[in-house]
Nanobody, 127 residues
Framework: VQLQAYGGGLVQAGGSLRLSCPAS????????MGWFRQAPGKEREFVAA????????NYAASVKGRFTISRDNGKVAVNPEMNSLNPEDTAVYYC?????????????????????WGQGTQVTVSS
């Protein structure tokens, strides 16, 4: 399984970015996709996730209302739309496939629910 995250870049505070992460290979064992981010000197933190079944989404409190994730036309790909960005959103953003079935909302914020990870894409928000 390979995941390719792209769409990062430099944006001014208040701006928007749209990331994407198409997956390829044996993705039938996945149950959804999530996004995490890691800022310099900080641990990787959960951002958002979507389950393939019924498209149920889950967001971290820090991005709720600003970020929206959706599945890309039935593909194994998720495109986060990030609005009202602020400098605290600056980080490397990673996508990952959910490989643990029946994950609760709490479990989706745990990296252990994800079996495959893509390389990160840098998002930098200037003030």
């Amino acid at each position: 399984v390979q995941l390719q995250a792209y769409g990062g870049g430099l944006v001014q505070a208040g701006g928007s970015l749209r990331l994407s992460c198409p997956a390829s290979g044996s993705t039938r064992s996945s149950y959804g996709m999530g996004w995490f981010r890691q800022a310099p000197g900080k641990e990787r933190e959960f951002v958002a996730a979507i389950r393939w079944t019924r498209g149920r989404t889950n967001y971290a409190a820090s991005v709720k209302g600003r970020f929206t994730i959706s599945r890309d036309n039935g593909k194994v790909a998720v495109n986060p739309e990030m609005n009202s960005l602020n400098p605290e959103d600056t980080a490397v953003y990673y996508c990952a496939l959910i490989t643990v079935s029946g994950s609760t909302d709490f479990a989706l914020s745990n990296r252990a629910s994800y079996g495959y990870w893509g390389q990160g894409t840098q998002v930098t928000v200037s003030s």
